[in-house]
T-cell receptor, first 116, second 113 residues
Framework: GAVVSQHPSRVICKSGTSVKIECRSL??????MFWYRQFPKQSLMLMAT?????????EQGVEKDKFLINHASLTLSTLTVTSAHPEDSSFYIC????????????FGEGSRLTVL | GENVEQHPSTLSVQEGDSAVIKCTYS??????FPWYKQELGKGPQLIID?????GEKKDQRIAVTLNKTAKHFSLHITETQPEDSAVYFC????????????FGAGTRLFVKA
């Protein structure tokens, strides 16, 4: 199946700093990528839909100025957590939709963010 | 709004037994139903999916059934093995809206050796 790479897998930062997480589709072009947040023992909560070449669509309750999403190419989307605080600590996962427009999603391995 | 409910939240079975996880969805326009397996500290992996024009699909020890009328779908794992232990998520999506996927709350499956 298609491969989605996410980097970094783990990051620890100080409160007030910004952190960037990258999501790459390695062997296919992804016009749409999705960003999720997952708290321990909970489900995946969709944060935003990232469309190549246009502004991301954020879910209700997700601050777009806090979670900056850029999808500048067909293989790369980035999520920047700005002015991070301890409550932003979480597992962030990206996914990319397959090129066949079948609905199948391919997930990255996730990035665990810890804000001290 | 769109919602996917998943039960049970935790399931413990003996190795070799079958495991069944059930989900219901609210949006009758949903037409794609994937199931994902997530191991600790990793991203979800697709294990099987079913589309609304099919009632059942099987892949070795894993099968999924779909009842569109009742808006129910289920995952069946037979001859469970310890390596099947993980968290399983059902999901529902539809072509309209760009296949935005709604996930169930997850089922933590424990397979005891």
């Amino acid at each position: 199946g298609a491969v989605v790479s996410q980097h970094p897998s783990r990051v620890i930062c100080k409160s007030g700093t910004s952190v960037k997480i990258e999501c790459r589709s390695l062997d296919f072009q992804a016009t749409t990528m999705f960003w999720y947040r997952q708290f321990p023992k909970q489900s995946l909560m969709l944060m935003a839909t990232s469309n190549e070449g246009s502004k991301a669509t954020y879910e209700q309750g997700v601050e777009k100025d806090k979670f900056l999403i850029n999808h500048a190419s067909l293989t790369l989307s980035t999520l920047t957590v700005t002015s991070a605080h301890p409550e932003d600590s979480s597992f962030y996962i990206c996914s990319a939709r397959g090129s066949g427009n079948t609905g199948e999603l391919f997930f990255g391995e996730g990035s665990r963010l810890t804000v001290l | 709004g769109e919602n996917v409910e998943q039960h049970p939240s935790t399931l413990s079975v003996q190795e070799g037994d079958s495991a069944v996880i059930k989900c219901t969805y609210s949006d009758s326009a949903s037409n794609y139903f994937p199931w994902y397996k997530q191991e600790l500290g990793k991203g979800p992996q697709l294990i099987i999916d079913i589309r609304s024009n099919v009632g059942e699909k099987k892949d070795q020890r894993i099968a999924v059934t779909l009842n569109k009328t009742a808006k129910h779908f289920s995952l069946h794992i037979t001859e469970t093995q310890p390596e099947d232990s993980a968290v399983y998520f059902c999901a529902a999506s539809k072509r309209a809206g760009g296949f935005k996927t709604i996930f169930g709350a997850g089922t933590r499956l424990f397979v005891k050796a």
